[in-house]
């Protein structure tokens, strides 16, 4: 029989044995990237989102600005922005290529692949065209006033509205192009008659050329927000860590003010 002294000395070899095979608890995301010194931010240009100097290449604009905060203040590393197109937003988030994606739409599909914060801002697909196109002269705000043979949509490739476009437009023409700049051109060149995207985006375009009209469809076309993309693989804590910080800003108004002076901001630089 057993002694108590050796059964509390087995119990002691059984319980460190555990204890080594353990796993090691993962190290934040937050902390691995304190420890490099650098917040990598994937950013693709979206006018008010994310905007990119040409001459200095600074980056600005509301994902921009508060990316650059949430790394100085917060983590208290050096932010790096790294150039990103809309096609690899996510993809550069599986590969490890950038830390957060700036100014990305939650969708199903994306969330089986990557993570993302709260809302920052909501927004949905708008319609932006010529005034006095005469295509239009009778039209509404549905999405069948302009779904006619002859009528060229404009949009961004790889966005959330080309994907809410294919299954519903019948006759008109859906031309997917690389860039929003691009779209944007296409529509005052009249090569596109009209430019489907984001509301947000658009209050640019619209401020600094009043021959044109912003139609929100209803029923809404693509209603949704604007968000960060993360890495799934990061913990809930640090998910927290991000969404307290950004629920601050929001709390205290900034965002609204930082998406006013994005527009000014991005005006200006077309005078």
């Known amino acids: ?40 931010c ?19 604009g509301i994902h921009a600005d ?28 599986q590969s490890n290529k950038w830390d ?26 708008a319609f932006v065209m010529y005034k006095n196109n005469p295509k239009f002269a009778t039209a509404g705000n549905t999405i069948m006033d302009y779904d006619k043979v002859g009528v060229v949509i404009g949009t961004q490739a790889g966005s959330t509205h080309a994907a809410a476009l294919k299954p519903i437009i019948k006759q008109a023409t859906v031309q997917l192009l690389p860039a929003i700049d691009e779209v944007r051109l296409g529509l005052m060149s009249r090569r596109v008659d009209i430019w489907a995207g984001d509301s947000i985006e658009q209050l640019t375009t619209l401020a600094t050329n009043p021959g044109y009209q912003q139609v929100p469809l209803n029923p809404a076309l693509e209603k949704g927000y604007v968000a960060f993309g993360l890495s ?3 913990s809930a804590a640090d998910l927290a860590t991000l969404n307290i910080y950004l629920r601050r800003r929001k709390d205290a108004g900034d965002f609204e003010r930082m998406v006013e002076e994005s527009v000014q901001q991005a005006v200006a630089a077309t005078q």
């Open 1 to 40: 029989m057993f002694q108590p002294a050796k059964i509390a000395l087995v119990a002691f070899a059984a319980a460190s044995a555990l204890l080594l095979q353990a796993p090691a608890q993962a190290e934040s995301s937050w902390s691995t990237i304190q420890k490099k010194g650098v917040l990598r």
């Open 42 to 60: 994937g950013a693709a240009p979206a006018p008010v989102y994310v905007m990119r100097d040409p001459k200095s290449g600074q980056y600005s």
């Open 66 to 93: 508060l990316c650059r905060d949430f790394g100085e203040q917060v983590l208290n590393v050096k932010v790096e922005f790294v150039d990103a197109t809309w096609d690899n937003l996510v993809a550069g988030l």
């Open 100 to 125: 957060m994606a700036l100014a990305l739409n939650p969708t199903p599909a994306r969330s089986l692949v990557v993570a993302f914060s709260d809302p920052v801002v909501s927004s949905e697909t």
């Open 232 to 234: 799934r693989e990061m």
